[in-house]
């Protein structure tokens, strides 16, 4: 299945600092998404971006599919946007969700 | 409303008992996903259902037994687990299978013991 990578690992912020999340895939996609896991488990939709820009209030996400990368970007951080930051990719063809390893983030107040 | 349901939240059960768990949507989509969560780790895709029928299987033990009774409704049949299938699992849907965003349930945190 494709390959997808994330970085950094870990990241703490203090809050009101501004963050890129880093998502590399390893073949052309038909479908990635970025989701948002809370303490509790659940998957939040942030973005659903094969390709171009979205922006959704403090966060925005560009996909460049020719180069097989994603960022997330936050601005103005809180509290309630730490936990673990998934990228998820479906390689064009092959129909299946693959999941990054994550991005934790811990923003401190 | 982009709500995908999961029951129970949490399920304790010993290695000899059946439970099963349950995902529902009515946003009309026809296809439906279950995938496992180990703690610190991402979820990985056990079976997906296109149309009410199986049409990926990801090598799972066969002690997880999958159901699809209607459109709306997956099920997770579960018996003789093991210890290690301790995990949390998630139930997805998207409009059809393939290409299209995928909307995750809050899951059932299961422990075997």
């Known amino acids: 299945g494709i390959q997808v990578e994330q970085s950094p690992p870990d990241l703490i912020l203090q809050e009101g600092a501004n963050s890129t999340l880093r998502c590399n895939f390893s073949?052309?996609?038909?479908?990635l998404q970025w989701f948002h896991q809370n303490p509790w488990g659940q998957l939040i939709n942030l973005f659903y971006?094969?390709?171009g820009t979205k922006q959704n209030g403090r966060l925005s996400a560009t996909t460049v599919a020719t180069e097989r990368y994603s960022l997330l970007y936050i601005s103005s951080s809180q509290t309630t946007d730490s936990g673990v930051y998934f990228c998820?990719?479906?390689?064009?063809?092959?129909?299946?969700?693959?999941f990054g390893t994550g991005t934790r983030l811990t923003v401190i107040p | 409303d982009t709500e995908v349901t999961q029951t129970p939240k949490h399920l304790v059960m010993g290695m000899t008992n059946k439970k099963s768990l349950k995902c529902e949507q009515h946003?009309?989509?026809?296809?439906m996903y279950w995938y496992k969560q180990k703690a610190k780790k991402p979820p990985e895709l056990m079976f997906v259902?296109?149309?009410?029928?199986?049409?990926i299987n990801e090598s799972v033990p066969s002690r997880f037994s999958p159901e699809c009774p209607n459109s709306s409704l997956l099920n997770l049949h579960l018996h003789a687990l093991q210890p290690e299938d301790s995990a949390l699992y998630l139930c997805?849907?998207?409009?059809?299978?393939?290409?299209?965003?995928?909307?995750f349930g809050p899951g059932t945190r299961l422990t075997v013991t």
């Open positions: 997805a849907s998207s409009q059809y299978y393939g290409g299209y965003e995928q909307y």
């Open positions: 073949d052309s996609v038909n479908n």
């Open positions: 971006i094969p390709s």
């Open positions: 998820a990719a479906e390689q064009t063809g092959a129909n299946n969700l693959f």
């Open positions: 946003m009309g989509h026809r296809a």
């Open positions: 259902y296109s149309y009410e029928k199986l049409s």
